[in-house]
């Protein structure tokens, strides 16, 4: 059974950065592409970033284009999120989230597309 944990969150300053991991358990990590998403209270979990399987394809939320970058060590089973340039809006629990389709070749952003998910990491930023 996959599981997926992330880390990395936590309180940073208006401005700073923050990198945020998630780390997969099992077999057919570097199969399946992956995601990071987003969610406030009371709000809909969005989409924020998605590399596919070989991370020769990536995407992002247009909120957050030119910031945050999306990375995969298909090695180490792990995915990353590097956050710069962070703002107030950026405060949510990040979630990772892994495809529901073996060896995808572009991102899917649908919160339907990912099936397995990590229990999430709260990133807050403070002014």
């Known amino acids: 059974q996959v599981q997926l944990v992330e880390s990395g969150g936590g309180l940073v300053q ?3 950065s923050l990198r945020l991991s998630c780390l997969a358990s099992g077999r057919a990590f570097s199969s399946y592409a992956m995601a990071w998403f987003r969610q406030a209270p009371g709000k ?3 989409f924020v970033a998605g590399i596919n399987w070989n991370g020769g394809s990536t995407d992002y939320a247009d909120s957050v284009k030119g910031r945050f970058t999306i990375s995969r060590d298909n090695a180490k089973n792990t995915v990353y999120l590097q956050m710069n340039s962070l703002s ?3 405060t949510d629990v990040y979630y990772c989230a892994r495809d529901r389709v ?3 070749t572009l991102v899917a952003a649908p919160l339907s597309e990912y099936t397995v998910w990590g229990q999430g990491t709260q990133v807050t930023v403070s002014s």
Do not use: H, V
């Open 44 to 46: 809909e979990r969005e």
């Open 14 to 16: 208006l401005g700073g």
């Open 102 to 104: 073996l060896l995808r």
């Open 88 to 90: 107030s809006e950026a």
